[in-house]
């Protein structure tokens, strides 16, 4: 990235939403990439999304788990004096929190698309970055507010070194390379740890039973999830470790979160997207399916429900619908923990698995053919364009 703003170097504090993996890989790619250019830089959040995010490249991170709001508003105004601009992914309550304690807010968003509105604060906000997907450029170009102070920049798909491009597999079935199954993004404000673990260990019963004779299957997923699954098979890593496991797959079994499909389509690698997590996840693998950038797909209706398809219509969610759908997911999780239905489950994912698996890891997954729709390297134009602003804004910064 070369920026030259000829003034003195932003000070930002940075912040993802605790809502699975994408927030917070997000935010830790951004850091990465803001560090040479940032006289100040630091995380600011809690729960899961600290595992991500690490000193370097942060020169403070401000942990708050189990802070209450009023808590977290009085660090804030506390660190208010010393940074330019708070920049979150998608955390809109602490982008209003940070605005309440006088600091000029950010908001990186992969979700433009999605939401039924688009919270007030993004609206309110001295730049909104907005990650291009299905529809949002027309979004953003039908609402002059947001478009006034937005920029649309690419996915944050990284261009790999070729060690970790996925390449077709040439031995044999059943022997070989590994299937991954990445269960990475689990965790929302809307189940707990413990149901995370009940629906990966459903997940993970499948994928291994369903697997010939001498194929092995390596699991990755977050810290919390792989303790309460207790198997000591189990992986946690950072991206770059994933990434590695991506490529060196025959395929991957993956839950459909923004951040493994982009993940995906980085390293290329042939994936079955799983039963969905949260309502994003859902909306997902379908608009990846309707537009033809899906390998497979098992969704919850293909197992007993209680996914319905009535959520999307065109390439927009129902504004009612998509928390409902989640709570929905949750029920069904929690039900099957103490259902004698759980076997009849397990057996009906393990065939679909089998069935919709069958013949990945021939050819290179559709997902890659997302780089050529929306591009690449957005975390770089992100980060260009939080520099350029604190350039910009330099004379209504904080003195220092």
């Known amino acids: 990235m070369s920026v030259n703003t000829g003034a003195a170097r932003p000070r930002l504090l940075l912040n993802a939403q605790p809502f ?26 809690g729960g899961h999304t600290l595992d991500l995010q690490h000193r370097p490249p942060y020169h ?8 209450s709001d009023d808590e977290r508003l009085a660090s804030l105004r506390r660190l208010a004096p010393r940074y330019d601009l708070f920049v979150t992914a998608m955390d809109f ?11 000029d807010v950010a908001v990186y968003d992969a979700l433009t698309w999605f939401w039924p509105e688009i919270p007030a604060v993004a609206g309110d906000a001295a730049l909104y970055v907005a990650q291009d997907f299905f ?8 609402d002059p507010a947001l478009r006034r102070s937005t920029v649309v920049v690419p996915p944050i798909i990284p261009l790999l070194p070729p060690r970790q491009l996925w390449w077709p597999e040439t031995t044999t079935a059943g022997s070989g390379r590994h299937v991954l199954l990445n269960l990475g993004g689990l965790q929302h404000p809307y189940w707990t740890t413990s149901d995370a673990a009940a629906y990966a260990r459903l997940m993970l019963h499948a994928v291994r039973a369903a697997q010939p004779a001498g194929r092995p299957v390596v699991v ?10 207790g ?23 993956m839950t459909p979160g923004l951040g493994n499909i982009y993940d995906a389509a980085a390293t290329g690698v042939p994936t079955l997207w799983l039963p969905s997590a949260n309502e994003t996840h859902h909306l997902q693998a379908r608009l990846l399916a309707a537009h033809g950038y899906c390998d497979a797909h098992v969704d919850w209706a293909d197992i007993g429900g209680p996914v319905e398809d009535t959520t999307l219509g065109h390439d927009a969610p129902s504004p009612a619908a998509p928390e409902a759908l989640t709570r929905e997911i949750v029920d069904r ?39 050529e729709r929306f591009g690449h390297s957005g975390v770089r134009e992100a980060a260009k364009a939080l520099v350029r602003w604190a350039g910009d804004n330099s004379h209504r910064l904080p003195p220092r």
């Open 20 to 45: 699975g993996f994408g927030p917070p890989a997000a935010t830790a790619a951004l850091a990465h990439e803001l560090a040479p250019y940032c006289d100040e830089l630091a995380y600011f959040g």
């Open 60 to 67: 403070s991170v401000y942990g708050t788990t189990g802070l």
């Open 93 to 103: 309550p602490e982008a209003t929190l940070a605005r309440r304690a006088g600091l």
């Open 135 to 142: 529809g949002v450029r027309e979004r953003i170009a039908a």
């Open 220 to 229: 990755t997923t977050s810290r919390a999830v792989a303790e309460a699954l």
């Open 231 to 253: 198997d000591p098979a189990v992986r946690t890593g950072d991206r770059d470790t994933v990434l590695d496991l991506m490529s060196g797959a025959a395929y991957a079994c």
């Open 333 to 371: 999780v929690r039900q099957l923990t103490c259902d004698s239905e759980l076997l009849a489950v397990r057996e009906r994912l393990t065939d679909q698995v089998a069935k919709s698996a069958a013949g990945l890891g021939l050819v290179s997954g559709r997902a890659g053919a997302l780089t």
